[in-house]
C-alpha cells in the first residue's frame, strides 16, 4: 500500500486529470470529491475512480473543457447544465446557488443535467449543513438493475441522500443506493481479486453470482429484492424525478461507467433545499431534532448516521490515506502518458 496526505492525493488526482483534458476549475472539484471520499474509507468513490474518470475525458465520454451554468431559473426552480463534463464542479455550482435562493425563497429545487457520475452523493449536501439547512439528493446513474418484475437492467443504482444539521454537533447524513450495495463495491472487489457475496448481484443470465466481474456484466440486486419490490419502486421514483422532470438521460440510454468506450452518459442529479426557518422555525427544529437524538441513543450500540464516514475523515486528515500500490502506479502513468 502507499500511503498519502490528504494534499498529496488532491494533487496526484489534479495533476492526472489536467494532464487529461480536465481544465483547472474541473480537476480541484473532482479531486476535492475524491479525496474526501478516500479519506471517510469509502474507496470505491475515491481515488480508485481517477483512472476510469480520466479515461472518458480521453475518450470524449466527458468534456474537460466544459463550464458548467445556471441555464434556466423560475421561481425556487433551477436548472444547471454541467455540459457533459465531470459532474463536481456543477454540483457545488448547483448547490451554491440553491443556498442562495432558499435564503430568499425559503427552498430550492435544483435539477443538474448534461452530467456525469457524482460520486459520494450527501458530500454535495454539506454545505447545507453548514448553513443551517436541511438537504435531499437524488441521482440516477446507467442501467444497473430492473424495474419490479422485469428481467433486464433499465435503472441505475439511483442513490438518496440527507443531512440534517444539528446545533454543536455533526450533522446526520444519510446515503444509499437502491440497490443492494453500490456498484462500485463490485468495481473495487474485482481490482482487488475478492469475491463478492450472495445477493448483490445476478450474472448475465439472471442467476445469482459471487463474482464480481460476472455480476458487473449482468445486473445489480435492488435493495431487500428477495422479500418486496420497495428498493425497485423507490429506484423508479428517483429515475422519473431526475430523468422526466429535469430531462436528463435514462439509465438505460447511458453506456456503462465501467466500460471505457461509449457515449456521454448525460445522467442527471436532483437537489431539494430547505431552510427550517421558514416553516416551525430553525430554533424549533434543532431542538426537536435533539429529542430524537435522545430517544435513538437511549439504546446501546446506536451509531448517528454518518458518525463513522466523519470520524474517519477527521483521522485521515492527520494520517493521510492508504492506497493500493497498483492504483498508485496507474496514478503515475496516466499523468505522464
Same mark, same amino acid.
Given at each position: ?89 456543477? @454540483? &457545488? ?24 457520475? @457524482? ?170 431534532? &435533539?429529542?430524537?437524538?435522545? &430517544? ?21 486528515? &492527520? ?19
Amino acid at each position: 500500500m502507499t500511503q498519502l496526505t490528504l494534499a498529496q492525493a488532491h494533487e496526484w488526482v489534479e495533476k492526472v486529470l489536467s494532464h487529461c483534458g480536465a481544465h483547472p476549475g474541473m480537476a480541484a472539484a473532482t479531486a476535492r470529491a475524491l479525496v474526501r471520499a478516500e479519506a471517510q474509507g469509502i474507496a470505491s468513490h475515491g481515488l480508485s475512480r481517477v483512472p476510469q474518470y480520466a479515461t472518458h475525458l480521453k475518450n470524449g465520454r466527458a468534456d474537460g473543457q466544459a463550464v458548467a451554468q445556471v441555464a434556466r431559473r423560475k421561481g425556487a426552480a433551477l436548472w444547471v447544465d454541467a455540459g457533459q463534463g465531470l459532474a463536481f464542479e456543477a @454540483c &457545488e455550482l448547483a448547490v451554491r446557488e440553491a443556498v442562495a435562493v432558499a435564503r430568499e425563497m425559503g427552498v430550492c429545487f435544483v435539477g443538474v443535467n448534461n452530467s456525469h457520475h @457524482c460520486g459520494v452523493l450527501v458530500d454535495h449536501l454539506r454545505p447545507l449543513a453548514e448553513a443551517g439547512y436541511v438537504g435531499l439528493a437524488f441521482a440516477n446513474s446507467p442501467s444497473a438493475m430492473p424495474v419490479a418484475g422485469g428481467r433486464h437492467a433499465i435503472m441505475g443504482t439511483n442513490p438518496i441522500a440527507a443531512i440534517f444539521p444539528r446545533q454543536g454537533h455533526d450533522p446526520l447524513m444519510i446515503d444509499l443506493s437502491l440497490s443492494e450495495v453500490a456498484r462500485g463495491k463490485l468495481m473495487v472487489a474485482a481490482k482487488e481479486g475478492r469475491s463478492i457475496p450472495l445477493g448483490w448481484a445476478l450474472d448475465a443470465q439472471g442467476q445469482p453470482t459471487t463474482d464480481p466481474q460476472a455480476g458487473m456484466a449482468g445486473s445489480m440486486l435492488p435493495v431487500g429484492a428477495a422479500t418486496s419490490p420497495k428498493g425497485a419502486m423507490l429506484a423508479l421514483v428517483v429515475e422519473l424525478l431526475v430523468t422526466a422532470v429535469i430531462g436528463a438521460q435514462f439509465g438505460f440510454e447511458a453506456s456503462s461507467f465501467f466500460v471505457d468506450e461509449g457515449n456521454a452518459p448525460r445522467i442527471g442529479q436532483a437537489f431539494l433545499v430547505i431552510d427550517p426557518g421558514a416553516l416551525s422555525g430553525s430554533a424549533a427544529y434543532f431542538e426537536r431534532i &435533539e429529542v430524537l437524538i435522545r &430517544e435513538m441513543l437511549v439504546d446501546d450500540g446506536v451509531r448517528l448516521a454518518g458518525a463513522r464516514r466523519l470520524a474517519l475523515e477527521r483521522t485521515a486528515a &492527520e494520517q493521510g490515506v492508504k492506497i493500493p500500490d497498483a492504483l498508485m502506479a496507474q496514478l503515475q502513468a496516466l499523468a505522464t502518458a
